[in-house]
């Protein structure tokens, strides 16, 4: 693992955020290319003058050789990376920094912990990677943090081991401080890899993606990270609660499922066997374009019912791809990518490429196959290539906060027969909602996971926003109440898989029959009996006279 700090308001490391060359190309970029009203350049508040509260509570002597109460410390574990915490961190305001920060060494630690916090009024929010963008992976704030007598961060990045490796089996006992890039470097020498690769991969790990039903970059089938779960461990303040190592069963609801997704709410996952696999052999993948997003997705749709089970299958309409510096694309452009660990691609991208062209898809470069299999690599030319370049760079907060943009996403899931009636109405009040706070402003459309039934759609908007960090914030948020407004009138989700936290809370209790959320908070009751485990995320406590 890295022992550089993360930065406080951005992506990267403390001290390697602030590239003045990328911020000149991304103000040019936005001014000359999107339209921008000229940028002001700011500077983020350095720690000595940000608001960071002294801490209300002391660390008990037998928890003290694993808790910290430094300052720095303490503000890098205040905020996740939603764009209303981006804003506040980059201007130095930590008014909800935690009291303390605890790194558990061990599983027993973990269990002391908690129990402290049980008897203290303590609320805990786990943290494996910090990389949420709901609001929900730091403390309470406001009205619901004067219900406990302080708050401490639980950092789990001591319990990073692979502890574990079935080869026969192909699975993994990993423990849920894991950071991608480290479960991976641990698995090579096995020839594995967990195949779960979120764009936040590189600072995320394993317990955070448990815990928030995280989407990776499979387009289909093992679209979240429950679909490679055997079994997980997860220590509650009311004991341990591990499930069964079983390849499949059907004894009562599914125990697993009720880990995954939890946010935090029920415990702290420890550990878990995940399915791993080796890595493909064979890869194939195109560029296709097309006249508009319908006749795309209608390709789409044709494509995963006919059972291709592409690894990758993207749709970004034009406006994303000029929001990505590809200004020479005036087409909606899908991404198809096919790979395997035992037999060639090609044919099964040939057959999509056939329905893509019965619906008026273009793929004027061809199809590339590449990997160990076929003898070649991957060539960095294609439109494939330089899709996935852009896509890594475009829209980074890093260079966006200090420029004042305005951005944001809310995605959906939604049925094919529902899909065109429900995008043009998102794009209307989407882009209303943006002109009417920003004045100007893009919104665009990608797909980023498909099924039989439906696509996972996106809608990102950017806009320049207000110097003023509250206004900016109020602005993000009108933008976004518009958009999850148009999501839940149509009946569907507020998040496919970026997590309720608290901005998609007052959403998601709309999606949820009520007494589901009553289920739920019973749940919580019996296994965090002081409701000190990430409050104010899913749930609320039940009314008490």
Known sequence: M?????????????????????IADRKAFLEDELGFPERPVLDPVPLAEATVPEPSIEVPERLAEFCTTDRATRARRTYGMARPENIRAFHGDFEPAPDAVAVPRTEAEVVETLAWASEANVAVSP???GTGIAGGTGPPDGDLRAKYAGTLALDLKELNEVLEVDEQSRAALIEGGTLGPDINDQLAAHDLHLRHYPQSYALSGLG????TRSGG?????????????????????????ETQRLPAHGAGPDANRLVCGSEGILGVITRAWMQVEPRPVYRSDAAVYFDGVLEAAEAIRRIVQAKLYPA???????????????????????????????????????????????????CPDGPDNYGPGYGRERPEDSDVARWGRAFQMSGSVDTDLPLCVVGGTVETAVTWDRFPEFHGTMLENFGDAVEAECGMGHVSTRFTHVYPDGPAVY?????????????????????????LDTVMAYDLT?????????????????QIPENYGESL???????????VLNPGVLVDPPETN
């Open 521 to 531: 908070q019973a749940v919580k009751g019996v296994l965090d009996p002081a409701w």
């Open 217 to 241: 970059h499979y387009a289909t089938r093992y679209t979240h990270i429950d679909e490679l779960v055997e079994s997980v461990r997860m220590v509650a303040p009311a004991g341990v609660f």
């Open 2 to 22: 890295s022992s550089k700090p993360r930065s406080r308001w951005g992506w990267g490391f403390a001290g390697e955020m602030i590239d003045e060359e990328a």
């Open 459 to 483: 809608y990102t908007f950017r806009a320049p926003g207000d110097p003023d960090p509250d206004r900016r914030i109020e602005q993000w948020q009108r933008i976004k109440r518009a958009g």
């Open 127 to 129: 943290v494996t990677g």
């Open 312 to 362: 990758n299958c993207r749709l970004h309409d034009r406006v994303e791809t000029s929001l990505y510096g590809l200004d020479d694309i005036d087409e909606e452009l899908v991404i198809l990518g096919f790979e395997s660990t035992e037999r060639p691609t090609d044919d099964d991208l040939e057959h999509a490429l056939e329905i893509c062209d019965q619906e008026g898809g273009r």
């Open 208 to 211: 955070g993606w448990i815990a």
């Open 494 to 510: 507020p998040t496919h898989h970026h997590a309720v936290g608290r901005d998609h809370k007052e959403w998601y209790a709309q």
